[in-house]
């Protein structure tokens, strides 16, 4: 882990494009006002509303909303029967709670290296991962780029292993003409405040299996038989019974009011983050110092993220310091993602070291996120373009030192 870095210098508010800037707009404020006069603040018609809008648009069978994609891929685990020992196969690439749900079920995160040059699990990695402990694999659909769904199913198939997809960056995005949320058993979707969709916090559950989708909707209220408004409402009755012990983890009406908005605004947010993404690699594709991220044939990438990646040893500065050099300019990036196994509670507890999953870390070594979201005008992409070609320009190495250094 690198140390901890320097707090960066103040750049004036009017010039500084920030890295993200959440779309809410008067619909969502209007709709939550309406809420808290409605009398009903929890979970209740809006929720209900909202889950089934989801499962049109999606085109899943069954969706349940829940407070956050961590807290639903938990209980996509949970409703697994997932056992103290069990081992689960996911990416390093990734946030903290891919890998932390696994463990917080008692199971075991084993990790397999993403593909060289990219940032999803490589399919092809798998069967050395499996063991007779193995449960279920976690792809990561890392900056809205669908994994190698084909792949990953038949090895789940020949394995008999679950399929639980981290869907967090991956709204919007498909496969082979196959939308995210309908590939395999379970999907789950962010809808945090910096996700291509967002409520503030919430997330949603998708699958194909009517049965799993009650378990996930009972477990994500204590296990109870009913939730407060089928007890509540007109009609309701006080009476519940606990059939098994859960979680708190149920999405509200407060949520559901920027949701319903959120989602009739998605097919437009999205067509603009496409087009940023499509500028930005037009003005950036040309720079060899950079590999531009991966949009392969077949898909339907949900840009999330877009992710540029400094080629190693060709600048005379490191991604760190051309980070620090962009916030100077006034322009907010970010890194996504530390890989897991660098972290100190991964190193300490499971024995990692630098050099284990050699791609995830050049990945992470080059990685910078560049500002992208519907609101970012054409204007600064072109701003952000141009400063990031400065900069390479000023700090490259020439030819013959590189040439040199790889010998
Ligand atoms: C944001 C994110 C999550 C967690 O989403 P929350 O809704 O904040 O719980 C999970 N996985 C990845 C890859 C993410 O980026």
Same mark, same amino acid.
């Given at each position: 882990?690198?140390?901890?870095?320097?707090?960066?210098?103040?750049?004036?508010?009017?010039?500084?494009?920030?890295?993200?800037?959440?779309?809410?707009?008067?619909?969502?404020?209007?709709?939550?006002?309406?809420?808290?006069?409605?009398?009903?603040?929890?979970?209740?018609?809006?929720?209900?509303?909202?889950?089934?809008?989801?499962?049109?648009?999606?085109?899943?069978?069954?969706?349940?909303?829940?407070?956050?994609?961590?807290?639903?891929?938990?209980?996509?685990?949970?409703?697994?029967?997932?056992?103290?020992?069990?081992?689960?196969?996911?990416?390093?690439?990734?946030?903290?709670?891919?890998?932390?749900? /696994?463990?917080?079920? +008692?199971?075991?995160?084993? !990790?397999? @290296?993403?593909? %060289?040059?990219?940032?999803?699990?490589?399919?092809? #990695?798998?069967?050395?991962?499996?063991?007779?402990?193995?449960?279920?694999?976690?792809?990561?659909?890392?900056?809205?780029?669908?994994?190698?769904?084909?792949?990953?199913?038949?090895?789940?198939?020949?394995?008999?292993?679950?399929?639980?997809?981290?869907?967090?960056?991956?709204?919007?995005?498909?496969?082979?003409?196959?939308?995210?949320?309908?590939?395999?058993?379970?999907?789950?979707?962010?809808?945090?405040?910096?996700?291509?969709?967002?409520?503030?916090?919430?997330?949603?559950?998708?699958?194909?299996?009517?049965?799993?989708?009650?378990?996930?909707?009972?477990?994500?209220?204590?296990?109870?038989?009913?939730?407060?408004?089928?007890?509540?409402?007109?009609?309701?009755?006080?009476?519940?019974? /606990?059939?098994?012990? +859960?979680?708190?983890?149920? !999405?509200? @009406?407060?949520? %559901?009011?920027?949701?319903?908005?959120?989602?009739? #605004?998605?097919?437009?947010?999205?067509?603009?983050?496409?087009?940023?993404?499509?500028?930005?690699?037009?003005?950036?594709?040309?720079?060899?110092?950079?590999?531009?991220?991966?949009?392969?044939?077949?898909?339907?990438?949900?840009?999330?993220?877009?992710?540029?990646?400094?080629?190693?040893?060709?600048?005379?500065?490191?991604?760190?310091?051309?980070?620090?050099?962009?916030?100077?300019?006034?322009?907010?990036?970010?890194?996504?993602?530390?890989?897991?196994?660098?972290?100190?509670?991964?190193?300490?507890?499971?024995?990692?070291?630098?050099?284990?999953?050699?791609?995830?870390?050049?990945?992470?070594?080059?990685?910078?996120?560049?500002?992208?979201?519907?609101?970012?005008?054409?204007?600064?992409?072109?701003?952000?373009?141009?400063?990031?070609?400065?900069?390479?320009?000023?700090?490259?190495?020439?030819?013959?030192?590189?040439?040199?250094?790889?010998?």
């Amino acid at each position: 882990m690198p140390s901890p870095k320097p707090i960066l210098p103040q750049v004036p508010a009017q010039t500084y494009i920030p890295y993200h800037v959440p779309s809410i707009g008067e619909e969502e404020i209007a709709e939550v006002v309406d809420t808290l006069k409605s009398g009903w603040l929890t979970t209740g018609p809006k929720t209900a509303r909202f889950e089934k809008e989801m499962a049109a648009f999606v085109g899943a069978p069954c969706t349940v909303a829940v407070n956050s994609c961590t807290a639903g891929l938990h209980l996509a685990l949970a409703a697994a029967d997932l056992r103290p020992g069990d081992e689960v196969i996911t990416s390093p690439y990734t946030f903290a709670a891919t890998a932390e749900v /696994i463990i917080a079920c +008692g199971g075991r995160p084993v !990790f397999i @290296d993403v593909e %060289a040059n990219g940032f999803n699990l490589d399919p092809a #990695k798998i069967e050395r991962a499996v063991t007779r402990r193995s449960r279920a694999i976690m792809p990561v659909h890392f900056a809205g780029e669908p994994c190698r769904m084909d792949e990953i199913k038949e090895a789940a198939q020949r394995h008999s292993l679950r399929i639980i997809e981290d869907a967090a960056h991956a709204l919007g995005a498909s496969y082979h003409g196959h939308k995210v949320g309908t590939l395999s058993e379970t999907t789950v979707f962010s809808f945090y405040a910096t996700k291509n969709l967002t409520t503030g916090e919430g997330g949603m559950v998708c699958t194909l299996d009517a049965e799993l989708a009650a378990k996930i909707k009972r477990l994500s209220l204590h296990g109870l038989s009913r939730n407060a408004w089928n007890r509540y409402a007109r009609g309701g009755s006080w009476y519940y019974e /606990i059939k098994e012990a +859960g979680f708190k983890y149920n !999405f509200t @009406d407060l949520q %559901a009011s920027l949701g319903l908005h959120q989602l009739i #605004k998605f097919p437009a947010m999205q067509q603009r983050r496409r087009r940023l993404a499509a500028l930005y690699r037009s003005l950036l594709q040309e720079v060899d110092e950079l590999q531009m991220p991966p949009d392969p044939v077949g898909v339907e990438h949900a840009w999330h993220l877009f992710v540029i990646r400094l080629r190693p040893g060709r600048l005379k500065i490191d991604r760190d310091r051309f980070i620090e050099a962009l916030h100077e300019h006034g322009i907010g990036t970010s890194v996504h993602f530390i890989p897991l196994h660098l972290h100190p509670y991964y190193r300490d507890r499971y024995g990692f070291r630098r050099g284990d999953f050699p791609n995830a870390e050049a990945a992470y070594d080059g990685a910078i996120s560049l500002p992208l979201y519907p609101q970012l005008e054409e204007e600064k992409v072109k701003e952000i373009a141009s400063a990031v070609r400065n900069l390479i320009q000023k700090n490259k190495k020439s030819v013959h030192t590189f040439i040199k250094e790889e010998l």
